[in-house]
């Protein structure tokens, strides 16, 4: 498969509260990234990692990035109600196909 | 900060019509997408587009669909005969420096085919 599969599915936490979703994948990369989709609205970028990298930042986000076992996470600290959203680990290929591949996403619900 | 745009924010049309959406990509952006997303389903890959000729496509991608560059700043998708599996919102997106850098997605256009 040339997607990521995210886990958990669905994720339900307190605000304050910080959120953990992994990805996995099977293929080679270029690129792992990251994308928000509110309620079913545009996606918006949130980190890119690249193949060589092993953990990156932007504000509350953590992402890491393990080649060799082939996943991901994404850490999103002290959450907001704000974030809630649907959150997608999206690859880039190494070779073939350079287009976004999205999977079904881990959905998080911060409760207020 | 620059932004995609897309229009219309929802278009309502009849099966067997043609339907076109538009997009603005952001002004200094080479490459550009299209997705769609079914409802409830997963964001599917259309169309990519560079140097004013489709650089990768999908399976969806077929016959029926066109996408075109007609100036500098508009980037549309044409749906020639629309069905009612057309129904979906479609996403336009950019990037400046090449299909593995960031894309940046548009608001969307809700299409349905009644």
């Known amino acids: 498969s040339q997607q990521g599969e995210e886990d958990p599915q669905a994720l339900s936490i307190q605000e304050g509260e910080n959120a953990t979703m992994n990805c996995s994948y099977k293929?080679?990369?270029?690129?792992l990234q990251w994308y928000r989709q509110n309620s079913g609205r545009g996606l918006v970028h949130l980190i890119l990692?690249?193949?060589?990298?092993r953990e990156k930042h932007s504000g509350r986000l953590r992402v890491t990035l393990d080649t060799s076992k082939k996943s991901s996470s994404l850490l999103i600290t002290a959450s907001r109600a704000a974030d809630t959203a649907s959150y997608f680990c999206?690859?880039?290929?190494?070779?073939?196909?350079?287009?976004?591949?999205f999977g079904s996403g881990t959905r998080l619900q911060v409760q207020p | 900060e620059p932004e995609v745009t897309q229009t219309p924010s929802h278009q309502v049309t009849q099966m067997g019509q043609e339907v076109i959406l538009r997009c603005v990509p952001i002004?200094?952006?080479?490459?550009f997408y299209w997705y769609r997303q079914i409802l409830g389903q997963k964001v599917e890959f259309l169309v990519s587009f560079y140097n004013n000729e489709i650089s990768e496509k999908s399976e969806i991608f077929d016959d029926q669909f066109s996408v075109e560059r007609p100036d500098g700043s508009n980037f549309t998708l044409k749906i020639r005969s629309t069905k009612l599996e057309d129904s979906a919102m479609y996403f336009c997106?950019?990037?400046?420096?090449?299909?593995?850098?960031?894309?940046?997605f548009g608001p969307g256009t809700r299409l349905t085919v009644t």
């Open positions: 293929t080679s990369i270029n690129n």
């Open positions: 002004s200094n952006h080479l490459y």
């Open positions: 999206v690859l880039v290929m190494d070779t073939g196909r350079r287009a976004l591949t």
């Open positions: 990692i690249r193949s060589n990298e």
């Open positions: 997106a950019s990037t400046v420096r090449g299909p593995t850098y960031e894309q940046y």
